[in-house]
């Protein structure tokens, strides 16, 4: 099957078909993370959006990107919560390259209604509240990015966590929330090492975010992404207060964005 760039005029169903035959006919999997992102390029113009938080995965990706002159949008969600160390590091990527990063914030009403309801701090209580908070702050936010795109395209790595390894795949279709549209998700460095990645990034001078040097492997709200402790493992940090409690005995520490749809 040879790839051409999705039409306007094609029904949901004839989207769908092409979209599965994309993964069913073509070797995506065996594709490295630069011709991944030049394919999904060609095949999406406008439509394939690299969603990113800045950790060494997006920013590399975007390097990646920029170097080729692709035709991709970049993106990040801002919970109204981020670190100011993520506010500047977004200027930062934007003056460095040169494109525009499209911040996808929540509706204001959304988060206001959540905050009476369950009052400010509501991820503390309990499991359920911390994912709903990450719902209506990024969870919908997201889907609202994903109504203007055919191709989401992640940083996710198996080397990140256990249940990333068990599930994700370098290419895989998921369901757009509320609908019968189907998205393409890429994850082009999904086979990536630590190592492999770090040897990019200083090979290539990518950007790298202030918070590493502060101890955090990832980054998220500023309440609930701490830097981790020698030993522990890199995805602790995330709703710290949940390691002890154990609520939940086999906690993914996911915000939502990747379960698998």
Same mark, same amino acid.
């Given at each position: ?39 999904? *390029? +060609?095949?999406?113009?406008?439509? &394939? ?8 995965? #997006? %920013? ?23 670190h100011p160390e993520t506010y500047a590091f977004i200027a930062?990527?934007?003056g460095r390259y040169g494109c525009e990063i499209e911040v ?56 990140? *966590? +256990?249940?990333?390894?068990?599930? &994700? ?8 929330? #509320? %609908? ?64 002890e409690r154990r609520e939940d005995g086999d906690d993914p ?9």
């Amino acid at each position: 099957m040879t790839a051409r760039a999705i039409e306007e005029n094609e029904s949901i169903e004839e989207r769908n078909e092409r979209l599965a035959g994309y993964i069913s006919d073509l070797d995506l999997e065996g594709m490295s993370a630069p011709a991944l992102l030049r394919w999904a *390029s +060609e095949v999406f113009p406008g439509r &394939a959006v690299l969603n990113t938080s800045f950790q060494y995965t #997006g %920013t590399a990706m975007i390097h990646m990107a920029m170097s080729q002159g692709l035709d991709l949008r970049f993106a990040t969600l801002d919970t109204l919560r981020l670190h100011p160390e993520t506010y500047a590091f977004i200027a930062e990527v934007q003056g460095r390259y040169g494109c525009e990063i499209e911040v996808i914030q929540p509706k204001r009403g959304d988060v206001q209604r959540m905050i009476e309801r369950h009052g400010e701090y509501l991820f503390f209580d309990s499991k359920e509240k911390q994912e709903h908070c990450c719902q209506v702050r990024k969870d919908w936010p997201n889907n609202a990015l994903l109504n203007t795109a055919d191709c989401w395209i992640s940083g996710q790595r198996w080397d990140q *966590s +256990e249940y990333r390894k068990e599930t &994700a795949k370098k290419a895989v279709l998921i369901g757009e929330y #509320g %609908t019968r549209r189907q998205i393409l998700k890429l994850n082009p460095l999904v086979d990536w090492s630590e190592e492999q990645l770090m040897e990019y990034v200083e090979g290539h001078d990518v950007p790298v975010h202030p918070l590493y040097d502060q101890g955090y492997p990832s980054f998220g709200c500023i309440i609930c992404a701490t830097p981790v402790r020698p030993g522990e493992h890199k995805r602790a940090g995330r709703w710290r207060w949940f390691n002890e409690r154990r609520e939940d005995g086999d906690d993914p520490k996911e915000c939502g964005l990747h379960y698998n749809i």
